[in-house]
Nanobody, 124 residues
Framework: QVHLVESGGGIVQAGGSLRLSCAAS????????MGWYRQAAGKQRELVAT??????????NYADSVKGRFTISRDNAKNTVNLQMSSLKPEDTAVYYC???????????????WGRGTQVTVSS
């Protein structure tokens, strides 16, 4: 099995900062991309940021709404992705989900795995 453990969610005032972390463990043999998505109440899940885990390249992707405020980083050795969130706004309030595109064996299919989600609430 592949397990994703998320941490760092909480309640913060507007303008504050939070740092989310997600660690993949279990039977994951390799990771292609790791990232964060979020879903606000009454809205669809949307991409926040992703980062590749390739040996020879590191590519990040951010939603326009978080560019300049959020920073995604990785730790390949620990199969961990972090999201540093600063200048938080009430509209950032959502459940944040960790996502891993990986596989459980070298011959296996690349598959998307999802965390259970962690609540981020930004008060006005």
């Amino acid at each position: 099995q592949v397990h994703l453990v998320e941490s760092g969610g909480g309640i913060v005032q507007a303008g504050g900062s939070l740092r989310l972390s997600c660690a993949a463990s279990g039977s994951v043999s390799s990771i292609n991309v790791m990232g964060w998505y979020r879903q606000a109440a009454g809205k669809q899940r949307e991409l926040v940021a992703t980062i590749t885990f390739g040996t020879y390249s590191e590519t990040t992707n951010y939603a326009d709404s978080v560019k300049g405020r959020f920073t995604i980083s990785r730790d390949n050795a620990k199969n961990t992705v972090n999201l540093q969130m600063s200048s938080l706004k009430p509209e950032d309030t959502a459940v944040y989900y960790c996502n891993v595109n990986g596989r459980q064996s070298s011959w296996g299919r690349w598959y998307d795995y999802w965390g259970r989600g962690t609540q981020v609430t930004v008060s006005s």
